[in-house]
């Protein structure tokens, strides 16, 4: 099993006596490493430890990352061969009068995004670390729409956004006297409707992150501030939140790293409509590499997620740099 | 059951820090040889290039009568005992001890009566089927002990084993660890910060500074003839007092001058003395005697003075010390040069 | 502000926790008051949001797909349609998809851990030289969004380079490039990196080679990492869509997540809503078991992404 070494012969005194000298004379010589060396000391059972990982690795992660930067340079789609044609996929993509759309249709999910998924997990998160009975049961219930699966969420819900009377929210909201609504199927309503989905289904996530660096933070820092004579508003504006403000930047950059990327919503609600209300970045990526039967349109879609890779790593570089002096302040 | 051998043994690492610097030792067959010094002076770092836990960078080190240099730690047959016991805390005790023994391919029976031995011996036997983490300190401190020995091993290598235990249990493992290595007569290394437990355990006591091995010596040799002022002001508590030889007239100018303080006597000696006049600063009264903080001139000491020696903080009294009880060093390299002023 | 000046300085004591609001807080009326309606409220929002939709979607699975249509939020007024469920699991296959989507996720999760825990013992333990090149590769993957490799590697399971041989419709397709998460591998090896080296030291020396460190040591000190990983890697892969979606075109290989748009296009809604139940049935029960996995998993995610 092992690869390390075998046990070495007894030796022998006269055999000794010279070895002691050679040792003498050369102490350098024994710490020079040969192939022979780095494999009796585990070089190779390392390595072979590590072969899974650099397999799986090259292969499905840093091959395909090179891979996609050699294709958004290339005319391909698999049928015929590949031809190099430059930055033209990019140009072709910028002046595709559908991305215009895509983009603005991302830039307002993401916001909408933020204005209904980011303040209410925080005051839910707040109030419910206070919770003296039962905590537990909070976090379960905030957390169950997070396992479920997002297709039968998108699913469940497009039910409930049925724009007729009969519609499950439409019945709800005419208990109380509104609606009905055309949710989906309005070019005004179909974009919030599938922020609103997206919102339930991650809230959950995002509450237990909250309550996990609200458990972190040091309640001596709440004695402290009782003593110099804080009242709850304080000790939440003065302690609370700034002990928070790491995780809430972080949060904030990967909520908004996710929703760029929203794909499910728009392609099962919606499939970009009505007239294009709720085509996103990725979607029009989609239907670039796969919306067409005939073969795929690999480069203009190689070239897009570049295009959105390449905004979202500089806007994180932006977001880090301007928030730092805040966040270690 | 084994000698173990030091021949010019270096230890670089690989940010260029020196933590052994050739070191030359031999520790003979169930020998128990304690390595102290100070943090960082290369004690652990020995120990572990023997347990084969660290490459040895220069030299050769030998187990019986074999280089262990480019052997793995499974093959070097030493047992060790660290530190924070280092118990696989998912393996009940029982396990905990056979471990070893069952990667060695030791049979069942055999390895269920050494397991039963250990455990006997260690007080164990009620806590065999409990995780380490239902334990005491003092039970995970028998059970590392145990794992150690029912391996039978050529030699233990102990790392500061005793330095999570409390005071009193110290004492009390302190003297089981001795009867069990005499018992077992295996050679043993301990490491060790702590000079009294050198002092207590070793047949003998190697010391170490800065990867340099300063003396090697029994301890009443270290006591009685340290090899320089490290070793002189580091064994034995409170530490020998250092002052120039001139200030109290003995030795040359460039000499150091050490004395232990059980040999200052208050008043007049009637052996042929040094004496001195010093402020008493403080008194501490330990029951059975009581240490003295004296200034002289601006060197500090420490008098140990039977309690009937009646001393006042703030009063100058007159001490001496026999000439005989007087070490001298040289004052620039350290080195003793007379282990007593009389002659 | 005085308060968090003290912030570096002040050592975690042991004692009562106590949180933002104080006994002393507590006891003032309005605070008790206006808190204890908050949480109520929380708890109420809560139910509603968190099991509205999912009651709401069970009672709709046993109820006749007339009286879902036109009363949506009526309570059974027509009774039961418990043939919704034996019709889904039997006449629309959800049986097979169900079959299937747990296959893929065993697949998926084994192919998880072996990559990440081998690596992360390679990493964390056994230390190479060359570590420190590899830990920086995998964690500039980690900054590459998903959407950058959604195409390359389609095509690369369509048309894999070296063996001349598509892998659509093979399992392999999911199983093979579910191992590559950056997450895990660094999420296991921060954990190996935090576990005690003296015991590593100490089982080399009673004789432990690495392939037994890592099987006999390592991995059963691991147990409540390669739970979170475990219940993340399976809950992944049972809400994966697209790339199922993308590489499995055969109706009966593919999971539930994928054929559920088609189910909803091809059967009536009380038998399709009964379909999207059973395929959250799992999951559901799942986190009821292993709640606190998910939780403490959930939490950290926050933490080792920051």
């Known amino acids: 099993m092992s690869t390390i070494d075998p046990v070495a012969a007894p030796v022998e005194k006269a055999q000794h006596a010279q070895m002691s000298k050679a040792r003498a004379e050369a102490p350098r010589l024994r710490a020079r490493r040969t192939p022979v060396t780095w494999a009796r000391n585990g070089g190779l059972s390392t390595l072979l430890f590590l072969l899974p990982m650099l397999v799986i690795f090259g292969a499905f992660s840093w091959y395909p990352i090179v891979r996609t930067v050699i294709m958004s340079l290339q005319d391909t789609n698999l049928v015929q061969p590949a031809t190099w044609v430059g930055f033209a996929n990019f140009s072709q993509v910028i002046h595709d009068p559908q991305f215009p759309i895509a983009v603005k249709n991302t830039a307002e999910f993401a916001l909408l995004a933020l204005v209904f998924g980011y303040p209410i997990p925080l005051v839910a998160a707040v109030v419910m670390s206070e919770v003296r009975k039962r905590r537990g049961l909070y976090s379960a219930l905030a957390y169950v729409p997070v396992v479920i699966p997002p297709v039968v969420a998108v699913l469940l819900w497009k039910t409930f956004y049925d724009a007729s009377p009969t519609g499950v929210f439409n019945t709800i909201l005419g208990w109380v006297g509104l609606g009905p609504y055309p949710w989906l199927q309005s070019q005004q309503t179909a974009l919030p409707s599938l922020v609103l989905e997206s919102t339930w289904a991650n809230a959950g996530g995002t509450v237990i992150i909250y309550l996990a660096a609200l458990t972190g933070v040091n309640h001596e820092l709440y004695e402290a501030a009782a003593v110099d004579g804080a009242g709850l508003w304080h000790k939440v504006w003065h302690v609370t939140l700034p002990q928070l403000r790491g995780v809430l930047l972080v949060t904030m950059i990967l909520q908004i790293i996710g929703t760029a990327q929203v794909f499910l919503e728009p392609y099962l609600f919606t499939s970009g409509g009505p007239a294009n209300a709720t085509l996103t970045v990725l979607l029009l990526i989609y239907n670039y590499a796969f919306g067409n039967s005939l073969g795929g349109n690999y480069g203009d879609a190689t070239a897009l997620s570049l295009m959105l890779a390449g905004f979202l790593a500089v806007f994180s570089l932006v977001y880090l740099r301007a928030t730092r002096s805040w966040s270690s302040g | ?343 | ?306």
Not at chain 2, 296 to 304: H, S, W
Not at chain 3, 38 to 57: E, K, R
Not at chain 3, 173 to 192: D, E, K, M, Q, Y
């Open chain 3, 1 to 306: 502000m005085i308060a968090f000046s003290f912030r570096r300085r002040i050592v975690r004591s042991g004692g009562e926790a106590q949180g933002l609001v104080s006994p002393a807080d507590w006891r003032r009326p309005r605070v008790k008051w206006g808190l204890g309606f908050a949480q109520t409220l929380l708890l109420v929002w809560l139910v509603v949001i968190g099991l509205g939709p999912i009651l709401w979607l069970a009672k709709s699975a046993i109820t006749p797909t007339q009286d879902t249509i036109t009363h949506p939020m009526a309570f059974f007024p027509h009774g039961f349609a418990w043939s919704n469920v034996t019709q889904a699991w039997t006449d629309v296959d959800v049986g097979r998809y169900f079959w299937n989507t747990i296959v893929i996720a065993i697949g998926s999760w084994l192919s998880q851990i072996l990559v990440a825990t081998t690596a992360g013992f390679a990493l964390s333990v056994l230390r190479p030289k060359y570590a420190k090149v590899i830990t920086g590769l995998l964690l500039t993957t980690l900054f590459v969004p998903a959407v950058v490799l959604l195409v390359p590697l389609y095509v690369e399971i369509v048309h894999p380079p070296l063996v001349h041989h598509s892998f659509i419709d093979s399992y392999w397709a999911i199983w093979l490039p579910a191992g590559a998460s950056a997450f895990n591998v660094v999420l296991i090896t921060r954990f190996f990196d935090n576990l005690p080296r003296e015991i590593f030291e100490a089982a080399r020396i009673d004789g432990c080679g690495p392939f037994r460190l890592f099987v006999s040591i390592v991995l059963p000190m691991s147990r409540p990492i390669l739970g979170v990983v475990s219940v993340f890697a399976l809950l992944a892969s049972w809400k994966d869509f697209l790339w199922p979606l993308l590489v499995l075109t055969d109706p009966n290989k593919q999971p539930l997540s994928v054929r559920l748009p088609t189910i909803q296009s091809q059967t009536e809604l009380g038998v399709f809503l009964a379909a999207m139940f059973i395929s959250c049935l799992v999951p559901i029960v799942g986190f009821l078991i292993f709640q606190r996995s998910f939780l403490r998993g959930g939490g950290l995610g926050g933490a080792i992404k920051g």
């Open chain 2, 1 to 343: 059951m084994a000698e173990i051998r030091f021949e010019g043994v270096s230890k670089v690492y690989s940010d260029g820090t020196r933590a052994v610097e050739s070191l030359e030792l031999t520790i003979g067959e169930g020998e128990f040889m304690v390595f102290v010094g100070p943090s960082g002076c290369g004690k652990t770092t020995a120990l572990r290039m023997v347990a084969g836990l660290e490459e040895i960078s220069g030299g050769a080190i030998l187990i019986g009568d074999r280089v262990v240099n480019e052997i793995s730690p499974k093959h070097r047959d030493v047992a060790m005992v660290f530190q924070n016991y280092a118990l696989y805390p998912h393996m009940t005790v029982a396990e905990n001890l056979a471990f070893g023994l069952k990667l060695r391919k030791h049979n069942k029976g055999e390895i269920d009566e050494r397991v039963r031995a250990a455990a006997a011996a260690l007080d164990l036997e009620d806590h065999l089927e409990r995780k380490p983490r239902a334990l005491s300190g003092g039970q995970r401190q028998r059970v590392a002990l145990g794992r150690a020995i029912v391996r039978e091993p050529a030699a233990f290598l102990m790392d500061e084993p005793l330095s999570n235990l409390d005071a009193a249990l110290r004492v009390q493992t302190r003297a089981e660890i001795l009867k069990l290595q005499k018992r077992l007569a295996t050679t043993t290394i301990y490491v060790t910060h702590d000079q009294v437990e050198a002092m207590t355990m070793g047949d003998r006591i190697a010391v170490m500074k800065k990867g340099i091995l300063q003396q090697i010596g029994t301890p009443e040799e270290l006591y009685c003839r340290p090899a320089n002022v490290f070793v002189a002001t580091f064994i034995g508590s409170p530490s020998m007092s250092i002052v120039p030889g001139p200030m109290i007239g003995v030795g040359r100018e460039g000499q150091l001058a050490g004395f232990r303080p059980e040999h200052i006597e208050l008043g007049a000696s009637d052996v042929p003395s040094v004496r001195f006049d010093a402020v008493v600063e403080v008194v501490e009264y330990l029951g059975d005697e009581q240490l003295v903080h004296l200034r002289l001139g601006d060197q500090a000491l420490v008098a140990k003075l039977p309690v009937s020696a009646t001393v006042q903080a703030g009063a100058s009294e007159s001490f001496a010390v026999p000439l005989a009880s007087i070490a001298l060093f040289d004052s620039a390299s350290g080195e003793a040069t007379a282990w007593s002023a009389a002659a």
